[in-house]
Protein backbone atom coordinates (compact mmCIF):
# COMPACT_ATOMS: atom_id res chain seq x y z
CA UNK A 1 0.00 0.00 0.00
CA UNK A 2 1.50 3.50 -0.82
CA UNK A 3 0.52 5.96 1.64
CA UNK A 4 1.05 9.40 -0.26
CA UNK A 5 -1.16 11.62 1.98
CA UNK A 6 -3.03 12.59 -0.74
CA UNK A 7 -6.72 13.80 -0.48
CA UNK A 8 -9.79 13.70 -3.02
CA UNK A 9 -9.62 16.40 -5.52
CA UNK A 10 -12.24 18.71 -4.29
CA UNK A 11 -10.39 19.10 -1.07
CA UNK A 12 -7.89 22.45 -0.46
CA UNK A 13 -4.16 20.87 0.50
CA UNK A 14 -4.12 20.79 4.20
CA UNK A 15 -7.64 19.32 4.35
CA UNK A 16 -6.31 16.78 2.05
CA UNK A 17 -3.38 15.78 4.26
CA UNK A 18 -5.28 15.35 7.32
CA UNK A 19 -7.62 13.40 5.32
CA UNK A 20 -5.36 11.08 4.37
CA UNK A 21 -3.62 10.57 7.47
CA UNK A 22 -6.71 9.60 9.34
CA UNK A 23 -7.84 7.15 6.24
CA UNK A 24 -4.16 5.53 5.78
CA UNK A 25 -3.85 5.36 9.57
CA UNK A 26 -7.08 3.36 9.44
CA UNK A 27 -6.15 1.21 6.53
CA UNK A 28 -2.61 0.63 8.23
CA UNK A 29 -4.09 -0.30 11.57
CA UNK A 30 -6.45 -2.93 10.04
CA UNK A 31 -3.59 -4.56 8.04
CA UNK A 32 -1.77 -4.99 11.26
CA UNK A 33 -4.24 -6.06 13.79
CA UNK A 34 -5.80 -8.23 11.05
CA UNK A 35 -5.47 -11.95 12.29
CA UNK A 36 -5.66 -11.12 15.58
CA UNK A 37 -7.23 -13.35 18.51
CA UNK A 38 -9.48 -12.11 21.30
CA UNK A 39 -6.99 -13.19 23.56
CA UNK A 40 -4.37 -11.05 21.93
CA UNK A 41 -6.96 -7.89 21.79
CA UNK A 42 -7.71 -8.22 25.40
CA UNK A 43 -3.80 -8.31 26.45
CA UNK A 44 -3.09 -6.31 29.12
CA UNK A 45 0.55 -6.71 29.74
CA UNK A 46 2.43 -9.01 31.74
CA UNK A 47 1.14 -7.99 34.90
CA UNK A 48 -2.01 -7.04 33.73
CA UNK A 49 -2.44 -3.05 34.18
CA UNK A 50 -1.37 -1.88 30.57
CA UNK A 51 -3.99 -0.68 28.36
CA UNK A 52 -5.34 -3.44 26.28
CA UNK A 53 -4.86 -3.52 22.60
CA UNK A 54 -8.51 -3.02 22.13
CA UNK A 55 -8.32 0.10 24.45
CA UNK A 56 -5.85 1.58 22.41
CA UNK A 57 -7.90 0.52 18.98
CA UNK A 58 -10.95 2.00 20.27
CA UNK A 59 -9.33 5.10 21.53
CA UNK A 60 -7.60 5.52 18.05
CA UNK A 61 -10.58 5.15 16.11
CA UNK A 62 -12.43 7.60 19.00
CA UNK A 63 -9.44 10.36 17.95
CA UNK A 64 -10.30 9.41 14.10
CA UNK A 65 -13.99 10.01 14.22
CA UNK A 66 -13.22 13.41 15.85
CA UNK A 67 -10.83 14.61 13.38
CA UNK A 68 -13.52 13.85 10.29
CA UNK A 69 -15.65 15.88 12.25
CA UNK A 70 -13.17 18.85 12.73
CA UNK A 71 -11.97 18.83 9.20
CA UNK A 72 -15.68 19.06 7.72
CA UNK A 73 -16.12 22.00 10.44
CA UNK A 74 -19.11 20.04 12.34
CA UNK A 75 -19.21 19.21 16.09
CA UNK A 76 -19.20 15.59 16.55
CA UNK A 77 -23.09 14.48 16.66
CA UNK A 78 -23.81 13.11 20.06
CA UNK A 79 -25.38 10.12 19.15
CA UNK A 80 -21.66 9.15 17.58
CA UNK A 81 -20.19 10.47 21.33
CA UNK A 82 -22.76 7.64 22.61
CA UNK A 83 -22.01 5.46 20.68
CA UNK A 84 -18.26 4.98 20.47
CA UNK A 85 -16.44 7.91 23.02
CA UNK A 86 -15.58 8.80 25.56
CA UNK A 87 -11.99 9.55 25.11
CA UNK A 88 -11.08 8.95 28.39
CA UNK A 89 -12.97 7.99 31.40
CA UNK A 90 -13.48 9.70 34.82
CA UNK A 91 -10.38 8.89 36.00
CA UNK A 92 -8.15 9.91 33.03
CA UNK A 93 -7.81 6.54 31.69
CA UNK A 94 -8.41 4.84 28.37
CA UNK A 95 -11.97 3.13 28.78
CA UNK A 96 -12.43 -0.54 29.34
CA UNK A 97 -13.99 -2.05 26.03
CA UNK A 98 -16.26 -5.37 26.75
CA UNK A 99 -17.55 -7.86 24.71
CA UNK A 100 -16.16 -9.10 20.86
CA UNK A 101 -13.85 -6.67 19.58
Given at each position: MFYDLQGEANMTPIVGILYSAVKENSQRLQIITDGMTQEEVDYKGPNNNNNSTAQLIKH??????????????????????????????????????KGSF
Open positions: MMYVDLNWIYRIKGQPLPDSLKERYGPMIDANNRLPMV
